[in-house]
């Protein structure tokens, strides 16, 4: 496991913001055939490099980040928000617009990307101020990350100029690679494409270990890199070390989204070599972090504890039993600096729609807490003759599926007790809830609905055995 020390860490590459807009659409204009959004919020996130600093301070790295900006108030919010996660930041004014992806987003889907950048090369007295403040501090630090998104900041020379530099005191430089020409990043540490980028790279197709093996021997001779690496999605990370191939399977349990999962990978992988720790343990940790942020929504970071824990031996194997919870005070534990999300019901007969829902519930958190109504419950609810499944087999069902973290049992008619005790970050409940009160709504920090599938209910189930 990693030492205790904070390890220093630089990023050199394409900073970039992303900026949602949110909203609803139910019309088309009168004047073209397109959609009318109805706007009800804007929302920014790190993009680019500065995802990889973010990822950077969750795994409690120092982390310091060089780049370009625009003399624009897109820039100034991407400092300032570098600046709130605690990432020294070393924003330089360009000429050119800070990149800015605008997505439009209506009922969760989204409708248009809207890109906002200038890729040509910064201008040459940028990148000679750059260097020469870099020059000045390199020694500061345990490693150097370059993350090119081919948005002007690392051209060819620079990104040489940049690799001889953390060569000259000996820390590990691992690049994020764009494009087909990777001899950008000869003499690298390491480069992470992915299986897509590389095959392209390398014009190998990459079907079987061999045709993987090969690719890696080519991306060598490309780059002279002491470590050819390639992430295969749910495959793996495949390297080379000392001309052997060797594979690291996934270790991903449940996979929602792999936004930014790249950015997460070459983080990991920076953190474990900048600890001295060989390329075999370093893959591993990264498998695990991009095992914890594939199992959350959007571009998300993995924490240092998360990792932990993912990696920890009791994680293999976790009985369903085990998360059915009679008190709520024994949780206090395992829920701390998570995002909590509840939701609530009968469950009665478990389907398809339940699990879909479920599934869609848990993508927006780290724990998903299911408050099931009791027998007696149940019963005052549905009439007399449910529950058709006792309270210890629904919970137990629950409780296997692995969306669900912990299910808890309550006797009220409504979970309100439970809600203002756990006081979740999201509370869900089914979208046939809109423009209707929601018990419990005052004691979560959000609410969300969820669409069931549609001809999946236990009614249905019951009348169809009926009939």
Known sequence: MLPQKQIRVLVIGDLMLDKYIWGSSNRLSPEAPVAVVSVDKESFTLGGACNVANNLIAMNAKVTIYGAIGHD?????????????????????????????????????????????????????????????????????????????????????????????????????????????????????????????????????????????????????????TYPLITLSEDGIGFLENGFLHKKPTIA?????????????????????????????????????????????????????EIKDFLAPRRIIKPAESKIITDIDNLKNDLKNKKIVFTNGCFDILHAGHVSYLQKARKLGDVLIVGLNSDDSVRKLKGKDRPINPQEDRALLLASLACVSYVIIFNEDTPLNLIAQIMPDVLVKGADYENKEIVGSNYAKEVKLIDFLQNRSTTNIINKIKH
Do not use: W
């Open 73 to 225: 108030a897109e820039g100034d919010l991407l400092q300032d928000f570098l600046i709130n996660k605690g990432i020294q930041a070393n924003c330089y004014k360009s000429n050119r617009p800070t990149t800015t992806k605008t997505r439009v987003m209506a009922s969760k889907h989204q409708m248009l990307r809207i890109d906002r950048e200038n890729s040509s090369n910064l201008e040459t007295s940028l990148y000679d101020e750059m260097y020469e403040d870099l020059r000045r501090h390199i020694s500061q630090y345990d490693c150097m990350i370059l993350s090119d998104y081919q948005k002007g900041v690392l051209s060819h020379e620079f990104a040489q100029k940049l690799i001889a530099l953390a060569n000259s005191v000996k820390i590990p430089v691992l690049c994020d690679p764009k494009g087909d020409d990777y001899s950008k990043y000869r003499h690298a540490t390491l480069i992470t494409p992915n299986k897509k980028e590389a095959q392209i790279a390398t014009k190998i197709t990459i079907h079987n270990d061999a045709s993987l093996k090969d690719a890696l021997l080519k991306l060598q001779d490309i780059s002279q890199v």
């Open 253 to 305: 349990r449940e996979v929602y989204d792999v936004s930014g999962a790249g950015d997460t990978v070459i983080a990991a992988l920076a953190i474990a070599l900048a600890h001295n720790l060989s390329l075999d343990y370093a893959t591993t940790f990264a498998n695990a972090a991009a095992a914890v942020v594939i199992a959350k929504l959007g571009s998300a970071v993995a924490s240092l504890a």
